[in-house]
């Protein structure tokens, strides 16, 4: 017979069941249905072995019970896996957890981040279709919609990140999505995720969001009015840097069927090695985005009163142009933050060649706080003009702050700013 403990089990790993048929939706302040519980319980399916925690599918491909069986799992008549490109447990259980999180339905695991935009541009845009990209996202997705798009003749256009009346006049009939990162990389520039879900729908047109940066712990653009986010889980729901995986979630089952046949014929997968990296990383997911949010808002107004910084850029800083947007889209201002020092570039590689415990490296989204200088790295493929107009000056050096004692970087940092003879 059932006990108690077992029912009240069942009714957590019903939670992704329940988020699935829209019995419950999900709430930031909500007690049973919190961050942190979706986390740790949402998305497991134990198996007869009793394991608590989560076990790796490692196969490529899975046994029937006959040859009548094969041929209804293959036709899609009877349910249940075939082949891990597109059907496997450990991928199926992160993508659920992920799905929960976001407060949607369908989630759809991929081997990269850029592999998940990539796979989203592939199933849902066409020739003749037009798209509006935001001036201010990841290096590879401006590639992506500035080379890759057009030769397959879709329309591209790009507009400026936080001017919602720039991307009211860019939207035609025929603009079948507008792409957003919001904060931004590396001067957390805010977008509008209602209003540019408005303008989208106005014109029957898509919201995708990019929120690798905030991640679900932190902002849900599903609710906020978006009908696609893509991950990179390389960085905050991996959270310690170890494995290169993405996702796409949405509520729509049409966009979802899109997607999913276009994985399953594509290709694009993730390994449930990586999978499970990711599922496990994100029963920490919220309270270590709370940390990483609280030390970049330590460092930042640390870094306001230091002679040698001209300006610091953190959503979190009442003089932040997104300050009051950010207060109301997002829960937390998240673990990024940019600062210029007096000076050029020779001045700002002098700062980061200072540093000793702070690792330089352009990644982010790691407990390892690190440090890298935007204009020789993340945005070195860009020109000159192209970096002024996005406001990355040479004397600026960007921070993703981790989850060492917050007391240790700053020393870390003001080491560095002293000169050698002092
Ligand atoms: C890193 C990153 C990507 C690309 O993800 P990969 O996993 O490196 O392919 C896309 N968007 C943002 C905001 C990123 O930081």
Redesign the pocket.
């Known amino acids: 017979m059932e006990n108690p403990r077992q029912r009240k089990q069942q009714r957590v790993f019903a939670l992704s069941e329940l988020l699935r048929l829209g019995k419950i939706r999900v709430r930031q302040s909500d007690n049973f249905v919190s961050n942190e519980t979706l986390a740790i319980r949402a998305g497991q399916v134990r198996t007869m072995e009793g394991e608590h925690s989560d076990p790796i599918f490692a196969t490529s491909s899975y046994i029937f019970e006959n040859a009548a069986q094969a041929a209804a799992r293959f036709s899609g008549t009877e349910s249940g896996n075939v082949y891990s490109r597109f059907t496997n447990p450990t991928v199926r259980a992160f993508e659920q957890r992920l799905a929960a999180l976001e407060g949607g339905l369908y989630a759809v695991a991929t081997a990269?981040?850029?592999?998940?935009?990539t796979l989203l541009l592939l199933s849902l845009v066409k020739e003749g279709d037009h798209v509006v990209c935001s001036n201010e996202?990841?290096g590879?997705?401006i590639s992506v919609f500035a080379k890759v798009l057009p030769r397959f003749g879709i329309e591209v256009e790009f507009a400026p990140v936080s001017d919602v009346r720039a991307w009211q006049s860019v939207v035609r009939a025929n603009t079948r999505l507008l792409f957003i990162?919001t904060p931004t990389?590396p001067l957390c520039n805010i977008s509008d995720i209602k209003a540019l879900s408005e303008i989208a729908h106005d014109i029957g047109g898509l919201l995708v969001v990019?929120n690798?940066?905030c991640t679900p712990a932190l902002q849900k653009p599903l609710a906020l009015g978006a009908d696609i986010i893509?991950h990179?889980?390389?960085?905050y729901l991996d959270g310690q840097g170890r494995c290169?995986?993405?996702a796409v979630v949405t509520s729509n089952e049409e966009i979802y069927q899109k997607i999913f046949k276009m994985l399953r014929i594509t290709g694009p997968a993730m390994s449930p090695f990586n999978a499970w990296v990711f599922h496990k990383g994100l029963e920490t997911l919220p309270i270590r985005m709370q940390l990483h949010s609280d030390n970049a808002e330590k460092l930042a107004k640390w870094l306001l009163t230091q002679p040698d910084v001209d300006r610091v850029y953190y959503p979190g800083l009442t003089d932040h142009p997104g300050h009051v947007l950010a207060k109301t889209q997002q829960e937390g201002f998240g673990g990024i933050l940019s600062f210029e020092v007096k000076g050029g570039r020779t001045e700002a590689w002098q700062v980061i060649d200072r540093t000793s415990l702070i690792s330089i490296t352009a990644n982010?989204?790691d407990v390892k706080t690190t440090i890298t200088h935007p204009a020789s790295t993340t945005h070195a493929h860009i020109t000159t003009e192209q970096r002024a107009a996005a406001g990355i000056k040479e004397n600026l050096i960007r921070i993703a702050a981790g989850l060492e004692a917050v007391a240790d970087i700053i020393d870390d940092l003001s080491r560095a700013f002293l000169r050698p003879e002092q």
């Open positions: 990269s981040g850029m592999s998940a935009i996202v990841f590879s997705t990162e990389n990019d690798a940066f893509v990179s889980a390389t960085k290169v995986g993405g982010l989204g």
